[in-house]
């Protein structure tokens, strides 16, 4: 979502003529956005304006803003703690951003703006500026969120749920694939209550219908979907619309109904299971995630045994697993059967080899299979190596071979790691890449 907001911001500061650079010291304006999800993202952002403090001391006309889920809690606060920062600027306040960049450099004022007020669309600009070729994008779809988890800042700092209008989500994601974007992935806290409070006409399973019909688009995922609301006709979906990726990420939290509870979560673990058995039905193929906190308040040695249960018994593709993190304002702050840091250590180090375990047994069983890969760019490793991601979301690195960001390329996979695969293209799908690959470069 922060990716999202960060290039809304970039497209307004295009029209203030600012250009992004890769290298700090030559910037002119620097905007942090921030997220205040755990304390050690909040820490972060600390360590990084000390950094920034130094930079302004030899750079005095430097402009520095805090935007996101931190200056949103912060405020006038931040200011006082980094007296060099000159823009605080919260989560409803992007449209914003221009004009108090002009009350700073115009009238040599500091500008804090955390009003919970503003617009749920972003700015009406198209999106013309993406400085290198890209074939993936996000959309959010729905700001804020209405389930108030008890371990969770969100809608405290994003305010209650807000859907945006269908047609400038269609209009965007077309903008986005002239521009070559071949994959799109709709952006929520709770994608299944898209459109059922301001009534624009489509829920979400009739939204994704209406993306899936974008000429040009390939793929199409989504994130999040809360088990508590993930409907039948959700899951339905899975088996109607032919570029929806066979993925889904649905955060289970733990595996023991006792902490759902006191997380306020909503379902049981026997309602999860019963899900994820029906979305197995609609797409088999089904490649299905999670994410975990481990060390709630309260969490016993069985709850922590039902969780690795649970985990061994789903077979999960992948976890995200977080150290639960005390967040001010939130309910579960005022727990008082904290877990200890190092019990919360032990537990992290458990789960995470387990489904370790889990993931590279998974990821072994693809060897030898032929994977339809969309092309993203190059790898991480280096200059021969080029990467993408499978329908399933898995990473696949593969040698360069003169294939393109965009393409969809089948790709026949030689080796299996725990975060990726490796393969090499493959002709033996009969499967050409897209016609519309081709190195793509901004307009
Ligand atoms: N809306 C999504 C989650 C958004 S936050 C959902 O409900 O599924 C992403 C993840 O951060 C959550 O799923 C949760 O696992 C983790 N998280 C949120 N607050 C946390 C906290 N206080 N401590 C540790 N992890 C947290
Ligand atoms: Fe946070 Fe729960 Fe909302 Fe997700 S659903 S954003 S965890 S309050």
């Known amino acids: 979502m ?28 620097i905007i942090i956005n921030t997220c205040s999800i755990r304390d050690k993202a909040e820490h972060k952002v600390y360590s990084h ?4 403090a130094r930079l302004k001391l030899k750079k005095p006309n430097l402009v520095i803003g805090v935007g996101g889920c931190v200056a949103q809690q912060e405020g006038d606060r931040l200011l006082k703690r980094a007296p060099h920062v000159d823009i605080v600027f919260g989560t409803f306040s992007i449209s914003r951003l221009p004009s108090l960049i002009r009350r700073v450099t115009h009238e040599k004022k500091q500008a804090v703006d955390v009003e919970p007020t503003g617009t749920v669309e972003p700015s009406h600009i198209k999106p013309t500026n993406f400085q290198e070729a890209r074939a993936t994008a996000f959309v959010t779809v729905m700001r804020g969120c209405d389930n108030f988890c008890t371990y969770c800042v969100v809608p405290y700092l994003r305010g209650r749920e807000l859907s945006r209008r269908p047609e400038r989500i269609l209009e965007e994601i077309r903008h986005l694939v002239a521009k070559g974007v071949r994959e799109v992935t709709l952006l929520g806290q709770n994608v299944n209550s898209y459109g059922l409070k301001n009534g624009h006409g489509l829920d979400f399973p009739a939204l994704l219908e209406a993306v899936n019909d974008i000429e040009g688009l390939s793929r199409l995922r989504f994130t999040t979907s809360h088990p508590k609301d993930l409907s039948d006709k959700l899951i339905r979906a899975f088996g109607r619309l032919d570029k929806l990726a066979p993925h889904m990420h649905l955060p289970v939290q733990s595996g023991s109904d006792r902490i759902l509870k006191r997380m306020n979560r909503g379902y049981t673990t026997g309602n999860y299971l019963a899900r994820i058995e029906k979305l197995r039905k609609a797409q088999p193929n089904i490649a299905i995630t999670s994410d975990i906190i481990v060390g709630f308040p309260g969490e016993g040695k069985t709850d922590f045994e039902e969780t690795l249960n649970l985990v061994e018994s789903v077979g999960f593709d992948n976890l995200y697993i977080f150290k639960y993190s005390n967040r001010k304002n939130t309910p579960a702050f ?92 493959s002709e033996c799908c009969g499967k050409l890449p897209g016609e519309k690959g081709g190195i793509l470069h901004a307009a």
């Open 2 to 29: 922060n990716v999202y907001d960060s290039e809304q911001m970039e497209r307004l500061l295009a029209t203030m003529n600012y250009r992004p650079t890769s290298h700090q010291e030559k910037a002119d304006l």
């Open 49 to 52: 304006l000390g950094r920034l």
């Open 334 to 425: 005022r727990f008082s059967d904290k877990v200890q840091e190092a019990v919360k250590g032990e537990r992290f180090a458990r789960l995470l080899e387990l489904q370790s375990k889990i993931t590279l047994e998974k990821n072994r069983g693809l060897v030898g299979t032929v994977q339809e890969v969309l092309i993203e760019g190059l790898s991480k490793k280096g200059y021969d190596q080029v990467t993408g991601h499978t329908p399933c979301n898995k990473t696949v690195n593969l040698s360069d071979g003169g294939v393109c960001v965009g393409q969809l390329v089948p790709v026949s996979i030689a080796e299996a790691f725990s975060h990726s695969l490796l393969g090499a293209p």
